[in-house]
């Protein structure tokens, strides 16, 4: 029995551990807080039960003893619990409390640090908590007391005396009171002090001033929480070092249409170029029983022609050695990288990840039995094309794409952002089926010709067409599209 309380990392995925994603990766049970970097949970199992104790906004905050009461309940169930939070677990996130709970009730705990916010959010902004001739120590302080409080467990004087650099966390708010105590405890009033707020997410912002003005220059940028204030010498390196620069995509909302399954790779880097996503998979694949023909090794060409197809003919294979005997075309590069993963290498890949290219490609080669391995439905421009030239061509259906139901929710903040995506006919039909038509202004960004076409057939104006067919191909065609504004 043991609870992993596990450190998520400030908000850049990036930051995340090893070991975090590992255990996402193998918990039964995750509760998580609200403050954890977009995908996080990606990895968990499709069967583990994910627990939001941070709700804020639409319910309020799960109370501390709720939180504790579950980490009881689970953790005495014997499942391989993982408590994950911002930051680190153990930086003014509770941590400690809810490990003397865990150890007082006989379960065990094991704590997995994370990259505390005190350290990343000031690194992101260029400013080292430390350095040479400058700050030799670093104090986190917790920003959340009211500094008037005579029982405040903050001793304001000391602090105020602390030789080297403070960091805040918490305390947005009480930026006003907290400048004026560290003046009245001697800090003089042109001391350095930044504010980052979100930092390391995409959309990080970094004000400077002094505690004479910090507090007005805050409240005149709007700074919100989640936010890290630096006080001292360091602060002002942000001029000379900052580095991160903000995502193209920053301020545009971009909605992902494809199988919930595919859409978070898309997602996120998305996100990661700035971008706020909603997803509103309008699709979702359903593997169909199917079994490769006993005499593959007969035919003399195999044709795959989605990643979709690829991925679910390597599990109906039992190894790559069932695969061999034809030769082996891809549509495109995703089709490719995606029986790569398994081990196949494809012998054909046009550039362009479009049946008629892959027609084209297989021009010069002599085809007498054909294996297509694809959806229940999709289009036959292939087939069509291969008997036309003498082939005997056959096709073994590997899934088929069905309807994903959006919530209301969902669909609203499709329709309210600023592009609207689609990477299959597919996804199309079954989107603009829920949704009727996209909004007036929204702007319609498609993958390839194919797409293109079922947008057109609905008497949509497709705005961004992807020179390449692949989610990266869509996205240059967007971030093209976002820079001509
Ligand atoms: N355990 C966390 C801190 C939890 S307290 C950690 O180690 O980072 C929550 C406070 O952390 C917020 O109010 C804010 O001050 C700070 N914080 C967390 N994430 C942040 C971020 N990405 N940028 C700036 N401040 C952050």
């Given at each position: 029995?043991?609870?992993?309380?596990?450190?998520?990392?400030?908000?850049?995925?990036?930051?995340?551990?090893?070991?975090?994603?590992?255990?996402?990766?193998?918990?039964?049970?995750?509760?998580?807080?609200?403050?954890?970097?977009?995908?996080?949970?990606?990895?968990?199992?499709?069967?583990?039960?994910?627990?939001?104790?941070?709700?804020?906004?639409?319910?309020?905050?799960?109370?501390?003893?709720?939180?504790?009461?579950?980490?009881?309940?689970?953790?005495?169930?014997?499942?391989?619990?993982?408590?994950?939070?911002?930051?680190?677990?153990?930086?003014?996130?509770?941590?400690?409390?809810?490990?003397?709970?865990?150890?007082?009730?006989?379960?065990?705990?094991?704590?997995?640090?994370?990259?505390?916010?005190?350290?990343?959010?000031?690194?992101?902004?260029?400013?080292?908590?430390?350095?040479?001739?400058?700050?030799?120590?670093?104090?986190?302080?917790?920003?959340?007391?009211?500094?008037?409080?005579?029982?405040?467990?903050?001793?304001?004087?000391?602090?105020?005396?602390?030789?080297?650099?403070?960091?805040?966390?918490?305390?947005?708010?009480?930026?006003?009171?907290?400048?004026?105590?560290?003046v009245a405890g001697g800090r003089p009033p042109s001391e350095p002090v930044a504010i980052v707020e979100r930092g390391t997410f995409a959309d990080q912002r970094t004000v400077s001033g002094t505690l004479a003005d910090i507090a007005a220059r805050a409240a005149a940028a709007g700074v919100r929480a989640p936010a890290i204030t630096v006080v001292g010498a360091v602060a002002a390196?942000?001029?000379?070092?900052?580095?991160?620069?903000?995502?193209?995509?920053?301020?545009?909302?971009?909605?992902?249409?494809?199988?919930?399954?595919?859409?978070?790779?898309?997602?996120?880097?998305?996100?990661?170029?700035?971008?706020?996503?909603?997803?509103?998979?309008?699709?979702?694949?359903?593997?169909?029983?199917?079994?490769?023909?006993?005499?593959?090794?007969?035919?003399?060409?195999?044709?795959?022609?989605?990643?979709?197809?690829?991925?679910?003919?390597?599990?109906?294979?039992?190894?790559?050695?069932?695969?061999?005997?034809?030769?082996?075309?891809?549509?495109?590069?995703?089709?490719?990288?995606?029986?790569?993963?398994?081990?196949?290498?494809?012998?054909?890949?046009?550039?362009?990840?479009?049946?008629?290219?892959?027609?084209?490609?297989?021009?010069?080669?002599?085809?007498?039995?054909?294996?297509?391995?694809?959806?229940?439905?999709?289009?036959?421009?292939?087939?069509?094309?291969?008997?036309?030239?003498?082939?005997?061509?056959?096709i073994l259906a590997l899934y088929r794409t069905v309807a994903e139901p959006l919530s209301p929710a969902a669909l609203e903040s499709a329709l309210g952002a600023d592009y609207v995506t689609f990477t299959s006919a597919s996804a199309v039909r079954f989107f603009l089926e829920a949704a009727g038509q996209p909004s007036e202004g929204q702007r319609v960004v498609s993958i390839g010709?194919?797409?293109?076409?079922?947008?057109?057939?609905?008497?949509?104006?497709?705005?961004?067409?992807?020179?390449?067919?692949?989610?990266?191909?869509?996205?240059?065609?967007?971030?093209?599209?976002?820079?001509?504004?």
């Amino acid at each position: 029995m043991t609870v992993f309380l596990v450190g998520a990392g400030p908000g850049d995925a990036g930051l995340m551990t090893a070991r975090s994603l590992e255990l996402i990766a193998s918990a039964d049970v995750i509760l998580y807080d609200r403050l954890i970097p977009d995908g996080a949970l990606d990895g968990a199992r499709d069967d583990a039960e994910l627990i939001d104790v941070g709700k804020v906004g639409g319910g309020a905050q799960v109370p501390q003893e709720a939180t504790n009461g579950l980490l009881l309940e689970h953790g005495a169930a014997g499942r391989a619990v993982v408590r994950l939070k911002g930051g680190d677990p153990f930086v003014f996130g509770r941590g400690g409390e809810e490990a003397q709970l865990l150890r007082a009730a006989g379960i065990d705990v094991e704590v997995v640090p994370g990259v505390t916010a005190g350290v990343a959010a000031p690194a992101y902004a260029g400013i080292p908590v430390t350095q040479r001739g400058m700050a030799a120590a670093v104090a986190f302080v917790t920003g959340h007391e009211d500094p008037d409080k005579d029982d405040s467990q903050v001793d304001w004087p000391a602090l105020a005396a602390f030789p080297g650099t403070l960091v805040f966390y918490m305390g947005v708010r009480k930026l006003g009171r907290i400048a004026e105590r560290l003046v009245a405890g001697g800090r003089p009033p042109s001391e350095p002090v930044a504010i980052v707020e979100r930092g390391t997410f995409a959309d990080q912002r970094t004000v400077s001033g002094t505690l004479a003005d910090i507090a007005a220059r805050a409240a005149a940028a709007g700074v919100r929480a989640p936010a890290i204030t630096v006080v001292g010498a360091v602060a002002a390196l942000h001029e000379e070092l900052a580095w991160f620069a903000a995502g193209p995509l920053l301020g545009l909302s971009v909605a992902v249409t494809r199988a919930r399954a595919q859409a978070s790779a898309l997602a996120a880097r998305l996100v990661a170029l700035g971008a706020h996503v909603v997803e509103a998979p309008a699709i979702r694949i359903e593997p169909l029983e199917a079994a490769l023909p006993a005499d593959l090794a007969a035919y003399d060409l195999l044709c795959v022609t989605s990643p979709n197809g690829a991925r679910r003919l390597l599990e109906v294979a039992r190894d790559a050695r069932d695969l061999a005997g034809p030769a082996i075309a891809a549509i495109g590069p995703g089709t490719a990288d995606a029986l790569r993963a398994g081990g196949i290498e494809p012998d054909v890949v046009p550039p362009r990840a479009v049946a008629e290219s892959l027609v084209e490609a297989l021009a010069e080669r002599p085809v007498r039995r054909v294996l297509i391995a694809r959806a229940e439905r999709a289009r036959d421009v292939l087939p069509d094309a291969l008997r036309a030239r003498g082939a005997e061509v056959e096709i073994l259906a590997l899934y088929r794409t069905v309807a994903e139901p959006l919530s209301p929710a969902a669909l609203e903040s499709a329709l309210g952002a600023d592009y609207v995506t689609f990477t299959s006919a597919s996804a199309v039909r079954f989107f603009l089926e829920a949704a009727g038509q996209p909004s007036e202004g929204q702007r319609v960004v498609s993958i390839g010709p194919i797409t293109s076409r079922a947008l057109r057939e609905r008497g949509l104006t497709v705005d961004v067409e992807a020179a390449e067919h692949t989610p990266d191909g869509l996205i240059a065609a967007l971030l093209e599209d976002a820079a001509r504004g």
